[in-house]
């Protein structure tokens, strides 16, 4: 059984192991102390049907965690026990180094090298990269378990270094959890194995070649011994310490083909089909494992250079491979953190992608869409893919800061290496910038608000004048700064939309009670132009919603040329009078009744006990014919009776009287 630690603090138990037999149900036991070292206590849950469970502990701690399966009246004993931390406040990445990941180092056992040399590596390891990372230390195979478990879903790829050997507490030995281990589940979440000395995952024969056939679901070999590797294109550029040499575990470039792996990276390899130091990556999921000189050779250069060339791995390649960027089918938006190698948009997609070629970015001046050549820090882009899949953007300057001149109305920029708050923009003038940012969400197909800037994604951002943006992953929001953000709610809204070709613009008019008569920034919110690249019939489209929901939608396709067109606003006169629900309700204290009339007359609305008695008469006087139903046109009644006493709970009933016409409704008063 292997808990998940979730973001929320709940725990998530997978238990696939089989049983004996096909059990009827299972239940669930936990505890703050092992289970070994108390009596059986009693079930957390019982007769769960799935091979699952979800738990969220009252409070943060360690919990421990056993199933029994139940077929019958017979209980199974308890299961294998796996601990959890549960916790809100999982290790997350810190934007003020210049690499976002943590690292653990496993030097208790090794193989093909002695543990007072692995130390002496990890200790090597820790000073090289030390302050590059979040955070790097040696982390003992007891402490483990709760090590993976507080980095599986927090958000960053976080990294694992043995040598030559695995603890058993993340993969029990002899392969006997080959799905879903702990360390499969850190691997399945994006996140990145590195081994030296002897065949990673083999266990010193515990595992033997099954371990990494299990972790990546492929059927590979690593055997290959005094095979000459002469350092590549990728090693010169990334290692400078690396040398041709001799492995003998080295991967298999041909067994990835037709798999979720690629090699995604050869540091050295023999030309053809072997390859060490070399990074396989999973195309779905994002997991990495790296092998590095796993070999049985003792030379001198090999035992020194263990630790440098890791270190230079982690410090040198893994900024760029991080920069890759994740693309789903559909449009995406898109950005590049930092200074690309080449950044023509033909050197950035690979012959035989599914990215589909051009690239645009948003022009402000002409509200239009326009496509480019070259990409460049700072600016967001539309990108077209058929089919899910990473766009390798190989950047040689990671950027953790940029300064962008901004235009007035969406611009549609880009962030840095690292993640940067919006809640207070960088602007210059101050309250330039209006929060918040919008992304576009290619799984759900609309925009969706943001409050940080995440590398590789594209955003749009509001200028109300021309000014400087400042992005700082560095940086901390000041303390003290002015901010204009949206306070509320139009009445109602009409979007107008003008759509030709590659250009689209849209005006939004509404009616707020509060609003002033020029631009308001508090009130006047505008969402983001529309994706329209593939649009080829202008157009100008209207949409008119009221508060009772009433849909009215027209398109209107008119000639290419100058035209001028008036558009007349009306209220919507409703053909019945209607005595409509009231709301909140219940209700407690207060609530609004809202009606229509179709035309104009006196109103009066009544409240009334279950036993008839008047409890409120509320004299609206004459009203035009029209909709009441925002509360700042419903009827409203604080809950009070003629001599302002709080009503008690229960039920009552409301009437409308007009000249015409008479209703009544039921309303639920609560304490």
């Known amino acids: 059984m292997s808990p998940i630690s979730e973001p929320d603090g709940s725990n998530k138990l997978i238990y696939n192991r089989p049983f004996a037999q096909n059990p009827d149900s299972y239940n669930i036991y936990r505890h703050t102390q092992p289970f070994s070292d108390i009596s059986k206590p009693p079930p957390l849950a019982t007769g769960i049907k799935q091979l699952s469970y979800v738990d969220l502990p009252l409070s943060d701690g360690k919990y421990y965690y056993a199933v029994t399966a139940v077929l019958g009246s017979t209980e199974s004993p308890l299961s294998e026990v796996r601990s959890a931390i549960s916790s809100r406040n999982k290790s997350k990445a810190d934007p003020s180094k210049q690499i976002p990941v943590d690292v653990a180092i496993y030097a208790e056992s090794t193989c093909w090298i002695q543990i007072p040399e692995a130390e002496d590596l990890a200790n090597a390891i820790i000073q090289n990269i030390g302050n590059k990372v979040n ?242 820090p700072g600016e967001g882009y539309w990108i077209l893919s058929l089919a899910d899949e990473y766009l390798r953007a190989d950047i040689i300057a990671p950027m953790t800061g940029i300064t962008l001149d901004l235009k007035p109305g969406w611009n549609m920029i880009g962030g840095v290496n690292g993640t940067v708050d919006f809640t207070i923009p960088q602007d210059d003038p101050d309250g330039s910038v209006i929060p918040p940012i919008y992304t576009y969400n290619p799984t759900s197909f609309g925009y969706e608000e943001r409050t940080s800037i995440q590398p590789g994604i594209g955003y749009w951002v509001l200028a109300l004048q021309e000014c400087s943006l400042t992005l700082n992953s560095n940086a901390a929001p000041p303390r003290n700064k002015a901010v204009r953000t949206y306070t509320a709610e139009p009445d109602w809204i009409v979007p107008i939309q003008a759509v030709t070709g590659k250009s689209i613009k849209e005006i939004v008019l509404g009616v707020q009670s509060n609003a002033s008569d020029s631009f308001d920034p508090y009130i006047d919110k505008a969402m983001p132009p529309k994706a329209s690249m593939v649009s080829t019939q202008p157009e100008i489209s209207f949409l008119v919603k009221d508060q009772l929901v009433t849909y009215i939608s027209r398109d209107i396709r008119i000639p290419s040329g100058r035209h001028i067109v008036i558009i007349t606003l009306k209220d919507r006169i409703p053909s019945n009078p209607e005595l409509l629900q009231n709301y909140p309700n219940p209700f407690n204290p207060e609530t609004w009744i809202p009606y229509q009339l179709s035309e104009a007359g006196k109103v009066v609305i009544s409240i009334y006990d279950v036993n008839g008695h008047l409890v409120r008469k509320l004299d609206l006087g004459n009203k035009e014919a029209g909709i009441y139903a925002t509360k700042e046109k419903a009827v409203y009644w604080d809950g009070r009776n003629e001599s302002g006493e709080r009503v008690s709970s229960g039920v009552y009933f409301y009437q409308i009287q007009s000249d015409k016409f008479s209703k009544v409704m039921k309303l639920v008063v609560i304490k």
């Open 135 to 376: 955070d790097v230390r040696i982390v003992s195979s007891g402490e483990f378990p709760e090590w993976i478990l507080s980095h599986t879903k927090n958000g960053q790829p976080d990294i694992i270094i043995l040598f030559g050997d695995f603890p058993d507490s993340i993969y029990p030995s002899g392969n006997e959890e080959p799905d879903n281990s702990l360390a499969e589940l850190f691997l399945d979440d994006g996140n990145i194995f590195l081994n030296t000395a002897d065949y990673i995952f083999y266990g010193m024969d515990r595992n033997n070649t099954e371990g990494l056939v299990n972790m990546i679901d492929v059927q590979t070999t690593m055997w290959g011994d005094n095979t000459h590797v002469t350092v590549t294109d990728a090693g010169r550029k990334f290692i400078p310490f690396l040398q041709d040499f001799t492995t003998d575990r080295p991967l298999h470039i041909a067994e990835f083909a037709g798999t979720d792996w690629e090699v995604e990276v050869s540091f050295a390899d023999n030309g053809t089909n072997l390859a060490d130091p070399a990074i396989i990556r999973n195309k779905k999921t994002g997991g990495r494992v790296g092998i590095i000189f796993q070999t049985l050779q003792t030379l001198s250069y090999v035992s020194s250079a263990r630790a440098e060339v890791i270190s230079e791995i982690v410090l040198n390649w893994l900024p760029t491979a991080l920069s890759n960027i994740v693309l789903y089918s559909g449009w995406n938006m898109v950005s590049f953190p930092g200074t690309l190698s080449n950044p023509s948009v033909d050197a950035i997609i690979p012959q035989g992608s599914n990215i589909i070629p051009p690239l645009y970015t948003y022009d402000p001046a002409s509200f239009s869409y326009k496509e480019v050549t070259e990409v460049k």
